[in-house]
């Protein structure tokens, strides 16, 4: 069965550095997108991605959030200078014809 | 703009009781409806989808849920529950025709206890 994968599963950063989070969608999906879950709370949308753009994101997704489908395959969340608050597990989605969201295994984040 | 109520944080029951974990949405525009599951340390597996059609759907590992447009709710249920349904469960909408983009309740704990 096709599955979104996702590395690294685990991140330690300093606060400040940039991290590059990877996604390997499902291969014929057209809809990307990267989501959030803060330790306890919900999960929330960060962007979505279409035909190499961004179609939509959220407040959070701000100057220092950049994603990236550098060679058709791989999908990637750059954080350029991570904070404190940055500290979540991120999740990669892919949308294929069927309106159903595959999501990865997730990528636990944590800035110190 | 859409919204998800999860009206349960926790719901402890005892193996092999029936659960309803509920669900309530907020939009002025069509949606679908989803349930995902996530087990400990693990990503969002979907147990069940409406779209259109019959109101009642039903998913993976017996779970099913009834979508009910006048009260805007898609209440999940399980007529008998195991210990391995032990999880974090979401409920979530997106808007039919956008770019599936989804909104997420606050998820609530099912604990199941022997």
């Known amino acids: 069965e096709p599955e979104v994968t996702q590395t690294p599963s685990h991140q330690v950063t300093q606060m400040g550095q940039e991290v590059i989070l990877r996604c390997v969608p499902i291969s014929n999906h057209l809809y990307f997108y990267w989501y959030r879950q803060i330790l306890g709370q919900k999960v929330e949308f960060l962007v979505s991605f279409y035909n190499n753009e961004i179609s939509e994101k959220s407040e959070i997704f701000d100057d220092q959030f950049s994603v990236e489908r550098p060679d058709g395959s791989n999908f990637t969340l750059k954080i350029r200078s991570t904070k404190l608050e940055d500290s979540a597990m991120y999740f990669c989605?892919?949308?294929?014809?069927?309106?159903?969201?595959?999501f990865g295994q997730g990528t636990r984040l944590t800035v110190v | 703009a859409q919204s998800v109520t999860q009206l349960d944080s926790q719901v402890p029951v005892f193996e092999e009781a029936p659960v309803e974990l509920r669900c309530n949405y907020s939009s002025s525009v069509s949606v679908y409806l989803f349930w995902y599951v996530q087990y400990p340390n693990q990503g969002l597996q979907l147990l069940l989808k409406y779209l259109s059609g019959s109101t009642l759907v039903k998913g993976i590992n017996g779970f099913e849920a009834e979508f009910n447009k006048s009260q805007t709710s898609f209440h999940l249920r399980k007529p008998s529950v195991h210990i391995s349904d032990t999880a974090e469960y979401f409920c979530a909408v997106s808007i039919g025709g956008s770019n599936y983009k989804l909104t997420f309740g606050k998820g609530t704990l099912l604990t199941v206890n022997p």
């Open positions: 989605a892919s949308v294929g014809g069927h309106t159903e969201a595959f």
